[in-house]
């Protein structure tokens, strides 16, 4: 349900993108062409929160192609660098159309940015309900409210330039639709760069995650442990997870599964340990005070 909204968001952004390029290039509107950019900045965005949600509806089949996934991530860092590039072209040409305005057609300039605040609060409609609950949906809809503030800035101008013919307002508007740009793309880079370095993503409470592995009944040590993102959506975990009775180890698998499931957490690699030798980076960094009384008893798992 979620990657179909995203879907339906991303069909109307990229279509009217396409729309604001060709009425900017028609109108002479740089205000236009500025926020154009800034709706192709969400269209890559809703393009990776897609992917995201669709790999999440499918676990077990991405866990197997960790390589390929990587692409929509570097795909978005390419966009990301991209959007930077043509924030700054867009400054700089507002800068020099402040100095020397030019003649626009501030009714199609006002029909174009009117149909396309109309379009950004359709996709929040289509969002709204759903971005509480889900990361990816959030995130697009965090980028359609941006859309809408650049929305307002251009129906703004156009107005502004049409009862009073002051000119200069199509570049004032443009360099604040291009600060909207240079945001959204630093977000794009920042996201994607944490992925690509195998950060520990920022909605997985670390501390949570240690706490777990340890409070599971038979374990007595937790070493070497990592969590990072694989792309958006799917969320990794390795772990050397002590525990002493070897006879127990499905079932203690299992229940950490379970758990790591619980955290948002669904490719878990987790080696199981039954002696007390470490051969790994982070050796006793983790470890329970009780070993005896908590592996006395392990509750099954349904």
């Known amino acids: 349900m979620a990657s179909r909204r995203i879907g339906w968001v991303l069909a109307l952004t990229a279509t009217f993108t396409l729309v604001e390029i060709v009425g900017g290039l028609i109108s002479g509107s740089l205000a236009l062409l500025a926020d154009a950019g800034h709706m192709f900045t969400d269209v890559a965005a809703l393009t990776l929160a897609m992917v995201g949600s669709k790999i999440a509806q499918r676990k077990a089949v991405a866990a197997h192609h960790f390589g390929n996934l990587r692409w929509e991530v570097m795909a978005a860092m390419l966009n990301g660098l991209a959007l930077f590039v043509i924030g700054a072209m867009i400054t700089v040409e507002a800068f020099h159309r402040m100095r020397t305005p030019q003649e626009i057609d501030a009714i199609l300039f006002g029909i174009v940015a009117a149909l396309g605040l109309g379009v950004n609060l359709i996709s929040l409609r289509v969002l709204h309900g759903h971005h509480h609950n889900d990361i990816n949906v959030r995130g697009a809809y965090l980028h359609i409210v941006g859309d809408v503030l650049g929305s307002v800035g251009a129906v703004a101008a156009a107005l502004v330039i049409h009862f009073t013919g002051w000119l200069p307002a199509d570049a004032i508007i443009s360099v604040f639709i291009s600060l909207l740009v240079l945001r959204s793309a630093w977000r794009l880079v920042k996201d994607s ?88 980076e982070h050796c006793g960094d983790h470890d329970v005070p009780t070993p005896v009384a908590r592996s006395a008893a392990i509750p099954p798992v349904p």
């Open 193 to 280: 760069g944490q992925i690509l370095l195998d950060r520990v993503p920022t909605h997985v409470p670390v501390d949570d995650v240690e706490t777990l592995l340890l409070d599971a009944p038979g374990v007595t040590r937790v070493h070497d442990l990592h969590v990072w993102t694989v792309t958006s959506g799917l969320v990794a975990i390795s772990a050397h997870v002590v525990v002493p009775d070897l006879e127990s180890h499905p079932v203690v698998l299992r229940h950490l599964e379970l758990g790591m499931n619980a955290l948002g957490i669904h490719h878990v690699t987790l080696q199981l340990e039954t002696g007390d030798h470490c051969g790994g």
